[in-house]
């Protein structure tokens, strides 16, 4: 698969801020980015994902930027109005680039999505804003 969200949720941590950590990376024609099990926000960071996917599919030449909350490592998306997005990411110099279908990219966040949201409530997690606004998505 050319686009794959991963994320560990055995990982996830309720820090005392009220933000959640965990790891969380994307592979990208089967390279890992920023790294396999890269910490972060997930919870956030795919709401942020997701929020753009739906914008960029609209339309041709729409773009988002999604950055991940934990060092200069982000992806960016730009819509080509047939059912796919160009997938760009900022690769330590070397930008990795892939097309991918609306729908493989869906596929993925769902499946991470659906397993995030079921992880944080499993934790009592379930009012924190962030997990709120995953699961409305």
Do not use: Y
Request: glycine share 8%.
């Amino acid at each position: 698969m050319k686009f794959e969200l991963f994320c560990d949720v055995e990982s996830l941590d309720l820090v005392r801020s009220g933000s959640i950590w965990g790891n969380i990376w994307i592979g990208i024609s089967g390279c890992p980015f920023p790294e396999s099990n890269w910490n972060d926000m997930p919870v956030a960071f795919i709401v942020e994902l997701i929020d753009a996917v739906s914008f960029v599919r609209q339309a041709e030449g729409r773009r988002r930027r999604v950055r991940f909350f934990d060092g200069p490592f982000w992806i960016d998306l730009v819509g080509r109005g047939d059912g796919a997005v160009n997938v760009s990411a900022n690769a330590h110099g070397a930008d990795k680039k892939v097309t991918v279908s609306v729908h493989d990219i869906a596929r993925s966040l769902t499946a991470v999505r659906t397993e995030l949201v079921r992880a944080c409530l499993e934790r009592g997690w379930g009012e924190q804003m962030d997990v709120r606004r995953l699961q409305a998505q």
